[in-house]
């Protein structure tokens, strides 16, 4: 698939900006990853980008990922400023971003819909959380998952997650809710009459107290699926 990678630049800092959020360096250059992880989970390893990554310091980077970055800003893709840092006062940090997000970056029509989904979910996720993002990166990620500092990543790794088969459940009829509900009725008024005849024995539990005030305010709601096994229940059977 050919693409022009600073679009793929300006699609992260647009959609990123569109929910108020600006981006740093290590941020978008992670989402970049990203965007080349998914693609290679649906096309057979293969990357939107083409760069060579690699394990270097904070995880995958290549010498490409920043000159498409910094062109991006040049051609006023993006605009981007240096804030100084907190930490060491002989460097700065940058942050990106796009003023006008009204318009859709044209590239979203090109990209297969799971790897535009898959993004979109890391930028939401990940946005304003470097850590998170870093520790999503690190293990969670297939290429860089027993990569060993300085060595190329692999993006034939990449596979799509297992997906969790739906458990079916059985519709519980409505005839059996309410036999359940009666049932419930007839031993909170046996246990009710068998508590004013016994002598007093402290306090009634808080909790026994807020539960059943919660099964006489709340009905069971419509619709509910699942099984319930329900013994013989006899009022007046001696336990």
Same mark, same amino acid.
């Given at each position: 698939?050919?693409?022009?990678?600073?679009?793929?630049?300006?699609?992260?800092?647009?959609?990123?900006?569109?929910?108020?959020?600006?981006?740093?360096?290590?941020?978008?250059?992670?989402?970049?990853?990203?965007?080349?992880?998914?693609?290679?989970?649906?096309?057979?390893?293969?990357?939107?980008?083409?760069?060579?990554?690699?394990?270097?310091?904070?995880?995958?980077?290549?010498?490409?990922?920043?000159? *498409?970055?910094?062109?991006? @800003? +040049?051609?006023?893709?993006?605009?981007? !400023? %240096?804030?100084? =840092?907190?930490?060491?006062?002989? &460097?700065?940090?940058?942050?990106?971003?796009?003023?006008?997000?009204?318009?859709?970056?044209?590239?979203?029509?090109?990209?297969?819909?799971?790897?535009?989904?898959?993004?979109?979910?890391?930028?939401?996720?990940?946005?304003?959380?470097?850590?998170?993002?870093?520790?999503?990166?690190?293990?969670?990620?297939?290429?860089?998952?027993?990569?060993?500092?300085?060595?190329?990543?692999?993006?034939?790794?990449?596979?799509?997650?297992?997906?969790?088969?739906?458990?079916?459940?059985?519709?519980?009829?409505? *005839?059996?809710?309410?036999? @359940? +509900?009666?049932?419930?009725?007839?031993? !909170? %008024?046996?246990? =009710?009459?068998?508590?004013?005849? &016994?002598?007093?024995?402290?306090?009634?539990?808080?909790?026994?107290?807020?539960?059943?005030?919660?099964?006489?305010?709340?009905?069971?709601?419509?619709?509910?699926?699942?099984?319930?096994?329900?013994?013989?229940?006899?009022?007046?059977?001696?336990?």
């Amino acid at each position: 698939m050919n693409i022009n990678c600073q679009d793929l630049v300006q699609l992260i800092v647009w959609y990123a900006s569109s929910r108020g959020e600006k981006l740093t360096t290590l941020r978008l250059v992670k989402f970049l990853y990203l965007a080349d992880l998914y693609y290679a989970r649906v096309s057979k390893g293969k990357t939107l980008t083409g760069w060579p990554w690699a394990f270097v310091y904070f995880g995958p980077w290549c010498r490409q990922v920043n000159e *498409t970055i910094e062109n991006a @800003a +040049k051609d006023g893709l993006v605009l981007t !400023k %240096e804030y100084p =840092s907190k930490y060491d006062d002989d &460097r700065d940090y940058r942050l990106f971003w796009i003023e006008d997000t009204d318009e859709e970056p044209k590239i979203i029509d090109t990209l297969p819909t799971y790897v535009w989904s898959r993004l979109r979910w890391a930028i939401q996720k990940w946005a304003d959380d470097s850590y998170g993002l870093l520790d999503y990166v690190y293990f969670e990620t297939e290429p860089m998952i027993a990569a060993k500092r300085g060595s190329a990543l692999d993006f034939t790794k990449a596979e799509m997650p297992e997906v969790h088969k739906k458990v079916e459940m059985k519709r519980i009829p409505d *005839t059996k809710i309410q036999e @359940a +509900k009666k049932a419930i009725d007839r031993l !909170k %008024e046996k246990y =009710s009459t068998a508590i004013v005849t &016994r002598p007093a024995q402290g306090p009634v539990d808080s909790i026994f107290r807020e539960a059943i005030q919660k099964l006489e305010e709340n009905d069971l709601e419509t619709g509910l699926e699942g099984t319930a096994e329900l013994g013989d229940l006899d009022p007046d059977q001696k336990p």
